[in-house]
């Protein structure tokens, strides 16, 4: 693939229902990364991914959200429970060991919870 | 704390002109700091990256430079284009133990014909 994809593009949910986010990584990224992005804010850290490594989760923000990533490959971000302070773009981002760390984003998606 | 503070939040200039965007940060201790790009409805995309020992990279009509001294940074647009149009992120990588990237809330730029 060409880069990180993301699906869905766009989430309209009501407040209290899940929601689930995915992420391809590009093939062969051994880290990936979850971010927030709120309307006026900067990136907020939410997770990350490395290898077989133990998942970096200090920047969940509640137990509403956690990730997996399956087969050192595709990772799905869920939030359970959404709250309409969750409304967000949800940006996901891979890198190589050797790529002198150099993240590369996907698209996002664009959450709204009603 | 560890922060990352960018200046100007927003910018208009007109096609062709040249502008700098500034970045301050009190992050320690320090590894690396990045400018990215993001365009409207897009992910962030790299730039420059610079470590503790460079003062200057360039990326095309990008230069971004480096006062590790006084923690500042500026990344310099060169004959601006319709296409430069965007937000411009600071990120910062602190070392050591505190191996996290701090992002700054980024300078909107728009250029105009």
């Known amino acids: 693939g060409a880069g990180v994809s993301q699906s869905p593009s766009n989430k309209v949910t009501e407040k209290g229902k899940d929601v689930e986010l995915r992420c391809d990584p590009i093939?062969?990224?051994?880290?990936l990364y979850w971010y927030r992005q709120s309307l006026g804010q900067g990136l907020e850290f939410l997770i990350y991914?490395?290898?077989?490594?133990?998942?970096?989760k200090s920047g969940l923000p509640s137990d509403r959200f956690s990730a997996e990533r399956t087969g050192g490959s595709v990772s799905t971000l869920t939030i359970q429970r959404t709250q309409q302070e969750d409304s967000a773009v949800y940006l996901c981002?891979?890198?190589?060991?050797?790529?002198?760390?150099?993240?590369?984003f996907g698209p996002g998606t664009r959450l709204l919870v009603l | 704390k560890n922060q990352v503070e960018q200046s100007p939040q927003s910018l208009i200039i007109l096609e062709g002109k040249n502008c700098t965007l500034q970045?301050?940060?009190?992050?320690?201790?320090?590894?690396?700091l990045r400018w990215y790009k993001q365009d409207t409805g897009r992910g962030p995309v790299s730039l420059t990256i610079?470590?503790?020992?460079?003062n200057t990279k360039s990326n095309g009509r990008y230069t971004a430079t480096l006062d590790a001294d006084t923690k500042q940074s500026s990344l310099h647009i060169t004959a601006s284009q319709l296409s430069d149009s965007a937000s411009y992120i600071c990120?910062?990588?602190?070392?050591?133990?505190?191996?996290?990237?701090?992002f700054g809330t980024g300078t909107l730029l728009a250029v105009q014909p």
């Open positions: 981002a891979s890198s190589s060991p050797g790529g002198g760390e150099t993240q590369y």
């Open positions: 991914f490395q290898g077989n490594s133990a998942p970096d």
């Open positions: 990120v910062v990588r602190g070392g050591g133990a505190t191996n996290k990237l701090i």
């Open positions: 610079m470590t503790f020992s460079e």
């Open positions: 970045c301050n940060y009190t992050v320690s201790p320090f590894s690396n």
């Open positions: 093939s062969g990224h051994t880290a």
